[in-house]
């Protein structure tokens, strides 16, 4: 069964501080795909990025940086320089290709509250 | 191009009373999922549609719970005879196709009295 663990409950950073959010999955399948999301206080779930398993390659978008590495069945997000705007509650899903057909599961989520 | 809509945004009932929450996806969006998030949880999946197919049904989704996606387009969720555990985040997604990112929608917030 696919399980998605964001073991970070809550974070707490002073604004311009580099934070990491932690993502670690389980899947039996061989291509699966992986999401963030940030959800902020307004609720809307906002998409972040997505990555297949057969793409390792990290990724940076401004200040977001992912790093995906498969040894270690994980998807970890960097944000540098955080801003008071990021705070919000981050989200890590994964969706299975043969097994679950698309639909996706989420960890429970890190808080992030980063203070002026 | 607009993003995924959904109707109401907050709804109050009472225990025992029916109620119907509305999706409307991205327009061309072949899939359409719901989403159940509760307080300090991710969202868990209820089901979801191949255009007005509904293909897969979680065992989250009790006998009182149905859903329908009558033409393709826009999708309903009824709950009947709520209870108090039903007070949750209801939230759309929709997509292209399989495997395509799933944008949601802003979510119906339903309190059971």
């Known amino acids: 069964a696919q399980k998605v663990t964001q073991a970070q409950t809550e974070i707490s950073v002073v604004e311009k501080e580099d934070v990491t959010l932690d993502c670690v999955y389980e899947?039996?399948?061989?291509?699966?795909?992986l999401f963030w999301y940030k959800q902020p206080p307004s609720g809307e779930l906002v998409f972040l990025i997505r990555?297949?398993?057969?793409?390792?390659q990290n990724e940076i978008s401004g200040r977001y940086s992912w790093n995906f590495q498969k040894s270690t069945s994980s998807f970890n997000f960097t944000i540098t320089a955080s801003q008071v705007v990021d705070s919000a509650v981050y989200f890590c899903?994964?969706?299975?290709?043969?097994?679950?057909?698309?639909?996706?599961?989420f960890g429970d989520g890190t808080t992030l509250t980063v203070k002026p | 191009d607009t993003g995924v809509s959904q109707d109401p945004r907050h709804k109050i009932t009472k225990r025992g009373q029916n109620v119907t929450f509305r999706c409307d996806p991205i327009?061309?969006?072949?899939?359409l999922y719901w989403y159940r998030q509760t307080l300090g949880q991710g969202p868990e999946f209820l089901t979801y549609?191949?255009?007005?197919?509904?293909?897969?049904k979680s065992r989250l989704l009790s006998d009182r719970f149905s859903a329908e996606r009558p033409k393709g387009s826009f999708s309903t969720l009824e709950i009947q005879r709520t209870e108090q555990g039903d007070s949750a985040m209801y939230l759309c997604?929709?997509?292209?196709?399989?495997?395509?990112?799933?944008?949601f929608g802003p979510g119906t917030r339903l309190l059971v009295l």
């Open positions: 997604a929709s997509s292209l196709s399989d495997w395509e990112t799933q944008y």
């Open positions: 899903a994964l969706s299975e290709e043969d097994t679950n057909a698309g639909k996706s599961t």
């Open positions: 549609f191949q255009n007005e197919a509904q293909l897969e």
């Open positions: 990555r297949n398993s057969f793409d390792e």
């Open positions: 327009s061309e969006h072949n899939r």
């Open positions: 899947t039996r399948d061989t291509t699966y795909y």
